[in-house]
């Protein structure tokens, strides 16, 4: 009997974590098609606003389980020498890894690009929602990747505090 509960809770163990594998890896996130991404914006500096760039060959995932979920990869006919120029840079960019069957998205590969100045991070879109920013990383062979990540005031009141200065008010709920 004793061997029986013990194969019972390894079978158990085995497809529980089998199941929390698909889920976190597959089941959550769908690919979206480039309409539904509708263009890549990036902020520009002269505007104040963040204004659509050209690209092509569009690819993005996405899920409705975490506003951070967001990847994606383009590529992009514009200069990374104007591109500085024209947009916010976005200096604490950190890109977050994706699944691994989306496999244009590299977050270590995009990481040491940035660190090493091979690659050039933007603000995309501020608060896309709140306490989330829209960030696009540029290649110098024209290889772009975005992704969402948690500014400052989102850190600040998803940890349960008040909004700091400067930062928006919070919807309601949101800390």
């Given at each position: 009997?004793?061997?029986?509960?013990?194969?019972?809770?390894?079978?158990?163990?085995?497809?529980?974590?089998?199941?929390?594998?698909?889920?976190?890896?597959?089941?959550?996130?769908?690919?979206?098609?480039?309409?539904?991404?509708?263009?890549?914006?990036?902020?520009d500096l002269n505007t104040g606003q963040s204004e659509g760039i050209l690209t092509?060959?569009?690819?993005?995932?996405?899920?409705?389980?975490?506003?951070?979920?967001?990847?994606?990869?383009?590529?992009?006919?514009?200069?990374?020498?104007?591109?500085?120029?024209?947009?916010?840079i976005y200096d604490a960019a950190e890109p977050l890894v994706a699944p691994s069957?989306?496999?244009?998205?590299?977050?270590?590969?995009?990481?040491?690009?940035?660190?090493q100045g091979g690659a050039v991070a933007f603000l995309g879109e501020e608060n896309?929602?709140?306490?989330?920013?829209?960030?696009?990383?540029?290649?110098?062979?024209?290889?772009?990747?975005?992704?969402?990540?948690?500014?400052?005031?989102?850190?600040?009141?998803?940890?349960?505090?008040?909004?700091?200065?400067?930062?928006?008010?919070?919807?309601?709920?949101?800390?």
């Open positions: 009997m004793g061997r029986f509960m013990a194969l019972l809770l390894l079978l158990s163990a085995l497809v529980a974590g089998g199941a929390m594998y698909y889920l976190q890896v597959y089941a959550f996130y769908e690919e979206l098609d480039p309409a539904d991404v509708g263009n890549v914006k990036v902020f092509e060959n569009l690819k993005a995932i996405d899920s409705d389980s975490s506003p951070i979920r967001f990847r994606s990869c383009f590529e992009t006919p514009l200069s990374v020498a104007m591109m500085t120029e024209t947009y916010a069957w989306f496999d244009c998205f590299d977050a270590q590969e995009i990481g040491e690009a940035l660190e896309i929602t709140y306490g989330i920013d829209r960030v696009i990383a540029v290649m110098p062979d024209g290889r772009g990747f975005g992704w969402n990540q948690i500014n400052a005031c989102g850190e600040v009141v998803f940890d349960g505090d008040a909004a700091p200065e400067g930062c928006p008010t919070p919807p309601e709920g949101a800390n």
